[in-house]
């Protein structure tokens, strides 16, 4: 059974900086491309970031380049999101995924497993 548990969401200001983890448990680590995903209350899920098995290459959502980064240690079967210059419309529930099939898709129904989520909240 994988598991995957997020941590570090919280509160921040505008323009603040959050980082992301996500560790997986159960699975092995490297078969997976790892993705991150957002959802807001009353809006659809929303993709923001995934990266290959590897590490080797990544992909964002426009709203996000340029201030997200995704990551990935797989000796420690942990993915990161460092998330700088928070905006307000970027609080949400992060939830990461796990997908086997490809290299990092950006629509959530290709996914196998997911985490909980964890709350990013951001005042103005």
């Known amino acids: 059974q994988v598991e995957l548990v997020e941590s570090g969401g919280g509160l921040v200001q505008a323009g603040g900086s959050l980082r992301l983890s996500c560790v997986a448990r159960?699975?092995?680590?490297?078969?997976?491309?790892m993705g991150w995903f957002r959802q807001a209350p009353g809006k659809e899920r929303e993709f923001v970031a995934s990266?290959?098995?590897?590490?080797?290459?990544?992909r964002y959502a426009d709203s996000v380049k340029d201030r997200f980064t995704i990551s990935r240690d797989n000796a420690k079967n942990t993915v990161l999101l460092q998330m700088n210059s928070l905006k307000p419309e970027n609080a949400a529930v992060y939830s990461c995924?796990?997908?086997?099939?490809?290299?990092?898709?950006?629509?959530?129904?290709?996914?196998?497993?997911w985490g909980q989520g964890t709350q990013v909240t951001v005042s103005s």
């Open positions: 995924a796990g997908e086997l099939e490809r290299s990092g898709s950006s629509q959530h129904i290709d996914y196998d497993f």
């Open positions: 990266i290959e098995k590897n590490g080797d290459s990544a």
């Open positions: 159960g699975a092995t680590f490297i078969r997976y491309a």
